[in-house]
């Protein structure tokens, strides 16, 4: 029977999200970006490593995020 394992992608600095690239139910790859950050007028893309479906979005455009907030929550079936 597989188990849902769910990966949390988390911020890596304070940062605006400028756009939001992924909504529940899409599927990813690895290496997809799922939000778009800025930060110091750079761009940040944060990217999915695991490959599965996207259980929950949890920032829209707009939003501040502090260094390890949830932003996508990532589920993928495992044996």
């Not at 597989?2 to 909504?23: H, P």
């Not at 007028?41 to 996207?54: C, S």
């Amino acid at each position: 029977m597989a188990r849902e394992q769910v990966t949390e992608i988390v911020a890596e600095m304070v940062a605006n999200v400028m756009s939001v690239a992924v909504a529940p139910g899409d599927q990813v790859e690895a290496g997809d970006t799922v939000v778009l950050l800025e930060s110091m007028k750079m761009e940040i893309p944060v990217l999915v490593e695991v490959p599965g479906t996207v259980r929950a979005v949890k920032v829209g455009p707009g939003d501040v995020v502090q260094e390890g907030d949830v932003l996508v929550e990532v589920s993928a079936a495992r044996d």
